[in-house]
């Protein structure tokens, strides 16, 4: 069991007193009676439910207690000056992650805000970060790519920044927990707070939890260079102490002269980083500078300068060791004069000068940016969603693994829209473009998976093998003992491959078919479509010469192998119909105008049929502008802006003689085609169609709809305005795909 700490408040009966760790807890003044009260009340759920066994076996090992690390947790946050709702969320969530607690409970018990930062976490929780420690590869990718794909991960998932902070809290309980584990555990925790969690800790501002999970990364992960370095630490440490004595005494008089009220210190160095600027710079631990540290806080920027100014009277600066972070700040918010001097006894000595604010600020980080009012007022919202927005650019620049800076500044803000993070079953982090589906999934596994798969599941749910991935998701592909791609895969229209590797791996796999199996398949395909489009009167021979082709059975191959598709001998058919008939459309009916316009300009009406249109001169609106449409007596459509004072009027004294309309593209000629759709009859059936038929701006000029209520079945004729062969095969095709639609065609 674990062991409760020294410095918890205990009772009598050796349990740990809530009421006075809470009271005990760094910032809370600032917090209600009532917020307070419902922090005890969690500590007390949580210490109830850890006292019943939970479904769910700990990651952190037999004999763990959930309260005690909620306490651990909570106690970092509070250090953070995070609000109430932030340390409720902490102490719960190991009970929740355990299956001790339910999600539903917290929130009925301590609300939704609560209950949904809990949820965050337990989903940053389902990255399960695998690195080998030797050089390999996941997927083609390196093992630092893999590190860098959980972090843009992160940003992808993370839509409240406390959310991050809870699970940097965790992660630093865990790593200080694993003491006393066995090698191999020590090593994993390291190494994933090492390559996600220090950084993300970095990118946030929060220094001294970025420092105490770098060193103890560093102790887990190089424990010979960690004793090494601790060890001269140490033997020095005496005589580097007497030596800062001196120096801040010195400075305090010299601040003291010009009336500056600052507050001097001496700085530690953390171990890591002393190792890291040994290796980047090539150099012994004799001349790591920075091992003798001076901080200044100062009230305001200029007294800033004004002290520096005092230092480097006092000691000559080392030249390219004076970085001003105050003018040009760190990309995550950090600010501060850092200078190096010979100092005392010719003895080099690092200085770093910063406000009260500034500190606070590299101390904190975005916590820095929270103080609790007590009330939810919109400056401060917008305050925080513009630092959530912050947040999302400044993960991305991952320096560390040694990207680009400017490359990363090009491509800012488009991790989010681009690209979709999934992981594999095994936790495996793999992107994807954003509307990849689970086949790209396969394929951008292996090939071999690609060809045998059958279907997926996603987040442990069948899914359609077209289903529009998302961030998070977990994707485990179902296959088949042989390799059987469909042709229906390659239809743009179905929408099952989303990415050119997978299409073209696809399309591979067909042509390496024997050409007798695929002269077969391209007939029944081209056949179907050409029976589905009422063009049975074509010159087939005619066609595959048009495609360049020796022969019909040579087309049918191409179109069975995947070399043509089905779009393009469509297109050669709709070229060859206009060569052979100029003045009749190849779709042959009336000819539709889709848009119409003003008279000698370049402005397209969309909405007003054939009337004539004129732009009104009270407003003068111009593409872009929302607009709206005034029938007039004689001369039309009048065409407003929407905020136009005379159309406000109008719309009062006379709305029957307002309509709807927009800018619109250059007009297209659509022909008017009847497709009949056979369907057993069930309800939403007719508002599924339109509702197809409107996502893809088809215009249906006339509906006509025969139900068979013996049969259950419902015949409809509609009359659609279509562009071309193209677009009809496509609709078709989506047609076909609705629940309990027998028969889409075009009527011959």
Known sequence: MVKVR????????????????????????????TALAVLERACEAVREADSRPGDAESS????????????????ILADLQLDPDTLVAAVLYRAVREQKLALDQVKADF????????????????????????????????????????????????????????????????????????????????????????????????????????????????????????????????????????????????????????????????????WRKMKRKGISFSQVYDIRAVRILVPSVSDCYSVLGIVHTLWRNIPHEFDDYIASPKENGYRSLHTAV?????????????????HEEA???VCAHWRYKGTDTRSNQDSYEQKIAWLRQVLEWHDELGTDSQQLQDDLGGVDQDRVYVFTPEGHVVDLPKGATPLDFAYRIHTDIGHRCRGAKVNNRIVPLNYALNNADQVEVITGKREAPSRDWLSPALGYVHTARARSRVQHWFKLQARD???????ALLDREFRRLALLDLDFQALAKKLKMASLDDLYAAVGASDIGVGQVLAAAQRMLDASN??????PFKSVPKNARKKDSDFFIEGVGNLLTEIANCCHPVPGDAIIGYITIGRGVSIHRQDCNNVLQLQADEPERIIKVD??????????????????????????????LDSERINVSAMQTLSDKRKNTVDMQLTAEIRGFDELSRILTRLNQLPNVASARRKH
Request: hydrophobic content about 40%.
């Open 6 to 33: 020294k410095d918890h408040p205990l009772t009598d009966d050796g349990a740990v007193d809530i009421q006075a760790w809470i009271g005990r807890l760094p910032h809370v003044q600032s917090h209600s009676d």
């Open 60 to 75: 952190w090992g037999e004999g763990t207690s959930c309260f005690l690390i909620g306490l651990e947790m909570a106690e």
């Open 111 to 274: 609300g939704e805000t609560v209950a949904k930062l809990v949820k965050g976490v337990l989903r940053m929780a389902a990255i399960s970060y695998q690195r080998s420690d030797c050089e390999g590869r996941v997927f083609g990718q390196e093992s630092v790519e893999q590190a860098d794909n959980i972090r843009k991960m992160l940003v992808a998932m993370v839509d409240d920044v406390r959310v991050a902070l809870v699970k940097l809290a965790e992660r630093t309980c865990a790593i200080r927990a694993v003491k006393n584990a066995s090698a191999a555990r020590r090593r994993q925790v390291a190494r994933e707070v090492s390559d996600v969690y220090a950084p993300l800790a970095h990118r946030l501002g929060i220094g001294h939890i970025k420092w105490e999970l770098e060193d103890l990364a560093f102790r887990y992960l190089e424990p010979t260079e960690y004793k090494q370095i601790a060890k001269l630490l140490d033997e020095r440490r005496l005589a580097r102490q007497a030596y800062i004595d001196e120096v801040l005494t010195l400075l305090r008089s010299e601040l003291t002269k010009v009336n500056i009220d600052g507050e001097v210190t001496g700085r530690a160095k953390h171990i890591y980083s002393i």
């Open 342 to 358: 010979i100092g005392p006894e010719n003895k080099v000595l690092e200085i770093q000068i910063r406000t009260q604010a500034m």
């Open 363 to 365: 101390e904190l980080g």
């Open 517 to 523: 199996q695929n002269i077969a398949e391209g007939q």
């Open 582 to 587: 100029p003045k009749e459309p190849v779709i």
């Open 663 to 692: 800018w619109g593209q250059t007009p297209q000629s659509t022909y008017s085609v009847d497709i009949m759709i056979e369907a057993y009859d069930r309800h939403g059936l007719l508002r599924d169609i339109t509702t197809l």
